[in-house]
Nanobody, 122 residues
Framework: VQLVESGGGSAQVGGSLRLSCVAS?????MGWVRQAAGKAREGVAV????????YYADSVRGRFTISQNYLSSTVWLQIASLKPEDTAMYYC????????????????????WGQGTQVTVS
């Protein structure tokens, strides 16, 4: 499975960005994991590709929105009300199966990763 992200860049505090990720094949779960400099990876959003509700980390709930189009194997992450602490490398990640019937936010549970796209907020 190949994952290709796009849409990162620099933005001002309070602004918005939209990240995109296209998978080369069907996946069961696709999510976004971010890693700020010197910090651990943080799963921020995940969505089942066929059916089910998305999940969000508490740190981003209400500002981040994940959506998907299973026909094109694409997920998007809409980031609103940007904060300096959103500055990080954002990775698209995926699994071919759900774990226990659900998609997990745990970054350690993903098997496939994109190359990452940098988001810088100032």
């Amino acid at each position: 499975v190949q994952l290709v992200e796009s849409g990162g860049g620099s933005a001002q505090v309070g602004g918005s960005l939209r990240l995109s990720c296209v998978a080369s094949t069907y996946t069961a779960c696709m999510g976004w994991v971010r890693q700020a400099a010197g910090k651990a990876r943080e799963g921020v959003a995940v969505i089942p590709i066929t059916s089910g509700s998305p999940y969000y980390a508490d740190s981003v709930r209400g500002r981040f929105t994940i959506s998907q189009n299973y026909l094109s194997s694409t997920v998007w992450l809409q980031i609103a009300s940007l904060k300096p602490e959103d500055t990080a490398m954002y990775y698209c990640a995926a699994n071919l199966e759900r774990s226990g019937g659900r998609c997990s936010l745990d970054a350690n549970r993903y098997n496939y990763w994109g190359q990452g796209t940098q988001v810088t907020v100032s």
